[in-house]
């Protein structure tokens, strides 16, 4: 019943004044506002709360907007608050200062963050309400001053409840396409009014997207005396919408004298070159050909003492030289030879030479000799002539043992006049066993070692 009675006869929005009672900040913002005669209980979602720009305290007077809710369950009243201002001048300056605070803390006033404008820009974005006369006097500045700058304008609300959410909007809209439309800077601009009317640009939202854009960023707000937050951001802050368009855009008619004046410069000094070039061209003239004349008549005498030199040293003159050195040493050998044989008996000299050399070759005949018959004494010749024989295997190396030997080996026996083959058929380990000799072949009788009286030997 109250429920509906507050839908049917009770307007969907209300505007209460009051004081801030039992503050509770929570995810959301818990309050009572109240007066002399009643209290009502508040909350404020915190999307509606970051939106506020400070934060109330217990006892400040505000001015809440909502609408009012009955919670049957719980049988109680609620105002849905979605937007809180505080009372008098002195909340604005609160609310002001206190957003300086954080901002300042997070480093967005910090000069050495902003960045510079362009030098020559092509093409400007103006973010302001097109019935201003703000517009106006930026274009008026930019036609004057720098015609060739072309100017974009983004229409939107400078002032009222949405306006802080449309700037927000076209300041980050132009920073993420000022690539596709050309966009060098932004000015974000408006002409005087009073605190409430410039507040929109004491939004966070906006500082935010001023900080974050891509282009840099002019703030010209009110008039001179007027400070918002977005001028405290941007990377250019201007007292007036015509100083902005004066400091963001070059000066044509500057310019043309700069480059008039720089060309006259430029004249003067090349006619000064060109004459200094020239008295340094004929003074280096001079000088070079001083120089060339001394430096060939230096040449030419090292090559004349190359050239004596050369000749000293030719193939001829040296083999000449030596040719000569040669043939003086010669006379000098010859005439001491003369003068030592001159006094030498040859004859003499020769024939004792030869009896010593005889005497020599006798001595050296006579040890031949003797090494000879020393050798013959103990030669292997001379040991089978005494009556001994030598038995050899098949690769003619000799037999020292018979275990040395094996059934069926051929075997050869050397003696001093001749050699016989036998054939190993049997071994009983006597000394005389395994020895076969072929059948006596018919032959003259010969005088042996045995006729002699000397040993017999078995084997091949």
Known sequence: MIDGTLRTHFPQRVRVVGEISQFRERTHWYFDLKDAE?????????????????????????????????????????LMVDRIEPIGEGALDLAFRKLCDELRGLGWFNEDRKRRLPAFPQRIAVVTSLTGAALQDVLDT???????????????????????NEVTSAVRWLGRRHVELGVDAVLVTRGGGSREDLWAFNDRELARAIVECEVPVVAA???????????LVADLRCATPTQAAVRIAPDASALNQQAESLLLRMRGAMIRCT?????????????????????????????????????????????????????????????????????????????????????????????????????????????????????????????????????GDRLRTRFADGQ??????????????????????????????ADAGGPMLFGE
């Open 38 to 78: 009643a209290v009502i209980s508040c909350v404020m979602f915190a999307a509606a709360a970051r939106k506020a720009g400070f934060t109330p305290t217990i006892g400040q007077e505000v001015v809440i907007s909502g609408r009012v809710e009955f919670y049957v369950k719980q049988g109680r009243t609620t």
């Open 142 to 164: 930019l036609h004057r001053r720098s015609p060739m700058v072309e100017v974009a304008t983004v229409d939107v609300r400078v002032q009222g409840e949405f306006a802080a």
């Open 221 to 231: 707000i009110g008039h001179e005396t007027d400070t918002t937050i977005a001028e």
């Open 275 to 407: 004459h200094l070039a020239t008295t340094e061209s004929r003074d280096r003239s001079v000088r070079l050909d001083s120089a060339m004349r001394h430096r060939i008549a230096g040449t030419a005498q090292r090559l004349a003492g190359l050239h004596a030199r050369l000749e000293r040293h030719r193939p001829i003159a040296v083999y000449a030289h030596r040719e000569q050195s040669v043939r003086r040493a010669q006379s000098l050998l010859t005439a001491a030879m003369s003068g030592v044989f001159r006094h030498i008996d040859l004859d003499a000299v020769e024939s004792r030479l030869r009896a010593a050399m005889q005497r020599s070759a006798g001595r050296f005949q006579d040890r031949v000799e003797q090494v000879d018959r020393a050798l013959e004494l103990v030669g292997p010749a001379a040991v089978l002539r005494r009556g001994y024989s030598v038995t050899l295997d098949r690769d003619g190396r000799a037999v020292r043992s018979a275990s040395a030997v094996a059934l």
């Open 420 to 449: 016989v083959t036998s054939e190993v058929v049997h071994d009983d380990g006597r000394p005389d066993a395994g020895l076969s000799l072929p059948p006596p072949r018919p032959r003259k009788r010969r005088s042996s070692p």
